[in-house]
């Protein structure tokens, strides 16, 4: 079993409330989830307005097939409206 973990922060330069940001965030996760069956939570930096650290993990039984679909969930972040990739982290256990 190989659990993939990826620590995305991003930039949210609309939110003008922490309403508009988890408006954002929510929207966000739930196309995450939807498109890539993954778990994401917001983990980080949960009172700042235009900022925001998401946590999202994948369970799967192929390191290269981790490796493989956090890459997709990095570059599919970097082309959402609304958030802008600020830096990334991921680990394997």
Same mark, same amino acid.
């Given at each position: 079993? $190989?659990?993939?973990?990826l620590?995305?922060?991003?930039?949210?330069?609309?939110? #003008?409330?922490?309403?508009?940001?988890?408006?954002?965030?929510?929207?966000?996760?739930?196309?995450?989830?939807?498109?890539?069956?993954?778990?994401?939570? /917001?983990?980080?930096?949960?009172?700042?307005w235009r900022?925001?650290v998401?946590? $999202?993990a994948?369970?799967? #039984?192929?390191?290269?097939?981790?490796?493989?679909?956090l890459?997709?969930?990095?570059?599919? $972040?970097r082309?959402?409206?609304?958030v802008?990739l $600020?830096?990334?982290?991921r /680990?394997?256990?």
């Amino acid at each position: 079993m $190989i659990v993939g973990v990826l620590r995305v922060q991003l930039s949210i330069a609309e939110a #003008n409330s922490l309403k508009d940001k988890r408006r954002v965030l929510k929207s966000v996760k739930q196309r995450l989830t939807n498109t890539f069956n993954v778990s994401a939570a /917001e983990v980080e930096d949960q009172d700042v307005w235009r900022s925001a650290v998401l946590g $999202i993990a994948l369970v799967a #039984n192929e390191s290269r097939f981790v490796h493989s679909a956090l890459d997709k969930i990095v570059d599919w $972040i970097r082309k959402q409206h609304g958030v802008v990739l $600020i830096d990334y982290e991921r /680990e394997l256990y």
